[in-house]
């Protein structure tokens, strides 16, 4: 009844643990605009970042963002789906740039303006077609609290080892529900710093390391010069037309998330021996999933469990756990399965089915019926 | 004065008699007027044929989108937020006619940096397409006819804003004093450059000489706004306390009586205390050991339409935050009695608390009416809805939520008595 004096229970929602985790990473400034349903997140902005700075709009906030990122700066910003359609081109210039900086996605319902209050796992396919010609934005998705907590961190030392900007995409229900939450056991996160000197007596800004990632160094030091471009480039950041060299820099950049990725695959395998049945799952969903599947091995029926918290690049090893499986649900709040299609395709594969919807949260009963139904 | 060169040797990217030549050449020259350091200063280069000139520039250099450079510069500049650095934007008429936003922005701001608007009166990559810079009569290729139109004038928008410094000049000869002067302001600064594209803009008006057109245009070309010294100042904390501050945590000292979770519906109106009084509710949960979950549900409009939460109490872990099917019903308004008919209609079991002057909702469930906002008003007709639920279910201990309210700052303004009452 009365709770073991090692807890500490709070009263808490998660946008707080995102934004204290951050911080605590090493981010430096958040650059907000307004927006339903993120808001909570630039109130503890405020409050918490070393810097804050108010964005006259969402363009503008991600390009202040890359000027801050070119500083040795790491910033993060929160928007949802009206927000981050203003901010994709620049974010695709911080990516051709090779810039670190956090962006999380708060998704609410859509199409276009939709209904701000309302919650949705819509913008999975915005995020994967965020970036012009099939390149990758390194994108958590955090299932529970604790993905909250570590995921925040995670994404902010991602975008500073990657050189990129990454999103750690939500949803409302995840981050403005006030739960019951121990925090006693949260793990601590390191401070990330961004480089400021180099070794080399000709700094080249896009000459990749071993991890086909260049060395970062910010406008702040005179020692060497700095050129960043968005435009195709060389290694020493001088625009190229069809040069080999340019289009091999672009070709790194997707490389280099290839690469890393096992740094940055994060999932939950909730194994069943004997299962025949996969429920998958992220974000909120990820919650009425888990119970779902403990509700459907009490009645008896065996079933596996992944919650992917790595999207994307989409880690080869969810296609690995799927291919085991006859059945395999997928559980998302959108209108036909965005997930499901781009790990499966349009043609999908025999077995492979989605219980999705918009306009409320995914019930484990839907889920449940969906599994019994098949 | 320094010789330290700002351009590589190599010949400029621009055609023949192009006046970006001249402003790169002006701006080299400024700098050293100014004994800059090349690395002391960040090019920020919009796109555009002036844009392609980074590569000639010995300094930092900076390459962005379309009309976004002043913003990225912007940026830049804040973060830097050191007077020996200096930022310049290179930024064309067609980039200054999209990004117009980011140059009155950064204006009203104060960032500390340059923008040097290359007016040729033309968007000259894409093939001399009008942009709002284009005077009235000036023909392009894709406008044979002529603008109709007078040129934008991009000195007097800015210069009505206040600690800014303005100035235009025709960009012809040596004119790397008045970019000096300009460089050397500390907050924002602009200056616009008139030129001609000889590829687009001489052809297109055969004869036609700069100084003609900018004067037939009522341009001057003179120093607008010198009100330097208003210097954006960042918004910077040395310590910020953690988050995580342990007054939020929650002891269990109550007492409850679930074996199960309840799932609890709230549903009034925007303005009657139903977010408020459905965290005290699950707070209280959690003072009786409890663990909770509160979803806020309301329309885009703060302080009218419904307003409903859903609340879970259980002595397990929750996993789903949602109802799907409420245990309880509790409606203290229209509104709320509007947002919630589907939910009433869903349960064929457990209970609703409804307000005594609304009509039941089509419900399997046991309906009870009691008179919330008769006995305590609309106001605090969802507080007393939570006080007459805990007395009646025994969910957990009253005192739990008697305590609760007693650490609020509700207390100080309403009588708790008024709700033990019902």
């Known amino acids: 009844m009365i709770d073991n004096n090692t807890t500490k229970k709070v009263f808490v929602d998660a946008s707080r643990l995102i934004t204290e985790a951050c911080v605590q990473a090493g981010a430096d400034v958040f650059i907000g605009y307004p927006i339903t349903p993120a808001n909570l997140l630039y109130s503890y902005a405020v409050a918490r970042y070393p810097e804050m700075m108010a964005a006259p709009d969402e363009i503008t906030t991600l390009q202040w963002m890359s000027g801050f990122a070119a500083a040795g700066k790491i910033p993060v910003t929160a928007t949802s789906f009206p927000g981050y359609a203003l901010m994709i081109e620049s974010i695709g210039m911080a990516h051709m740039m090779e810039l670190p900086m956090v962006i999380i996605l708060v998704q609410r319902l859509g199409p276009a303006t939709g209904t701000a209050t309302c919650g949705a796992q819509g913008d999975i396919n915005v995020i994967h077609g965020s970036l012009s010609g099939g390149y990758q934005l390194p994108t958590l998705c955090a299932s529970n609290y604790d993905d909250c907590w570590t995921l925040a961190g995670k994404a902010v030392h991602l975008a500073a080892e990657l050189r990129s900007p990454v999103v750690l995409l939500t949803s409302k229900e995840m981050i403005m529900t006030l739960r019951s939450y121990d925090w006693s056991q949260l793990p601590n996160i390191e401070k990330i710093k961004l480089n400021n000197e180099t070794k080399a007596s000709v700094y080249k800004p896009y000459a990749p390391q071993a991890n086909l990632v260049p060395e970062y160094l910010p406008y702040t030091q005179n020692k060497h010069q700095v050129r960043i471009t968005a435009s195709t480039h060389n290694q020493a950041g001088i625009l190229q037309n069809l040069a080999p060299e340019a289009l091999e820099n672009s070709a790194r950049l997707q490389e280099k998330m290839l690469k890393n990725l096992d740094t940055f695959t994060y999932y939950d395998y909730d194994k069943q021996e004997g299962a025949e049945t996969l429920l998958l799952s992220m974000d909120v969903s990820s919650q009425a999933t888990r119970e779902a599947a403990e509700e459907l091995r009490k009645q008896g029926k065996k079933v596996s469990v992944l919650i992917a918290k790595t999207l994307f690049p989409i880690p080869q090893v969810y296609l690995e756990i799927a291919e085991k499986y006859k059945k395999v649900v997928v559980v998302e709040e959108n209108f036909d399965g965005q997930y499901r299609k781009l790990l499966f395709g349009y043609a999908g594969r025999k077995g492979v089915s989605g219980i999705n919807g918009i306009g409320k949260m995914i019930s484990p009963n839907e889920i449940m019926e969906g599994v019994n139904n098949e | ?422």
Do not use: W
Request: charged share 20%; aromatic share 8%; net charge neutral.
């Open chain 2, 1 to 422: 004065m320094s010789n330290q060169a700002f351009l590589s040797g190599g010949e400029l990217p621009f055609c023949k008699g192009c006046g970006h030549t001249g402003i790169a050449q002006n701006t080299e020259k400024a700098l050293q007027k100014m004994g800059m350091n090349p690395l002391d200063v960040i090019m920020v280069t919009d796109i555009g044929c002036h844009g392609i000139v980074d590569k000639n520039f010995l300094t930092h250099t900076f390459h962005g989108l379309h009309g976004r450079s002043v913003a990225l510069a912007s940026g830049l500049s804040a973060a830097l937020n050191n007077p020996d650095k200096k930022v310049i934007v290179f930024v064309g008429d067609g980039g200054a006619t999209i990004g117009i936003n980011h140059i009155i922005s950064a204006a009203h701001l104060g960032f500390n940096l340059t923008v040097v608007v290359h007016n040729n009166m033309l968007f000259g990559m894409t093939g001399g397409q009008p942009s709002e810079f284009t005077p009235q009569g000036f023909k392009t290729p894709t406008l044979p006819d002529g603008s109709h139109k007078n040129s934008f004038d991009i000195c007097s928008v800015i210069s009505s804003i206040e600690g800014t410094y303005v100035r235009r000049v025709t960009g012809i000869g040596d004119f790397s004093d008045a970019l000096a002067e300009t460089f050397a302001v500390k907050g924002f600064s602009l200056v616009e450059v008139m030129e001609m594209c000889p590829s687009y803009g001489v052809k297109s008006n055969p004869g036609m000489k700069l100084k003609t057109v900018v004067e037939a245009s009522g341009l001057q070309t003179e120093v607008f706004a010198d009100t330097d010294g208003r210097v954006f100042q960042p918004n910077k904390k040395e310590q910020t306390a953690s988050l995580l501050n342990p007054k939020y945590e929650v002891t269990a000292k109550f007492s409850h009586n679930l074996s199960n979770k309840v799932k609890i519906m709230m549903a009034g109106s925007a303005g009657e205390g139903v977010q408020g009084a459905a965290d005290m509710l699950a707070q209280a949960g959690m003072t009786a050991g409890l663990n909770v979950t509160k979803k806020g549900s309301y329309p885009v409009t703060v302080g009218v339409g419904f307003s409903a939460a859903e609340v879970i109490l259980s002595p397990e872990e929750i996993l789903y935050n949602g109802l799907y099917i409420p245990d309880v019903l509790i409606i203290t308004s229209q509104d709320g009695l509007d947002y919630s008919k589907p939910a009433a209609k869903k349960m064929t079991t457990g209970t609703i608390f409804i307000d005594a002057s609304l009509e039941a909702p089509e419900t399997g469930a046991k309906v009870i009416k009691v008179p919330f906002r008769e006995k305590v008003g609309a106001r605090n007709s969802a507080l007393a809805s939570i006080f007459y639920y805990t007395k009646k279910y025994q969910s957990f201990e009253f005192e739990a939520l008697k305590s609760v309210f007693a650490t609020s700052k509700l207390s100080a303004k309403i009588d708790i008595n008024i709700f033990l009452d019902l």
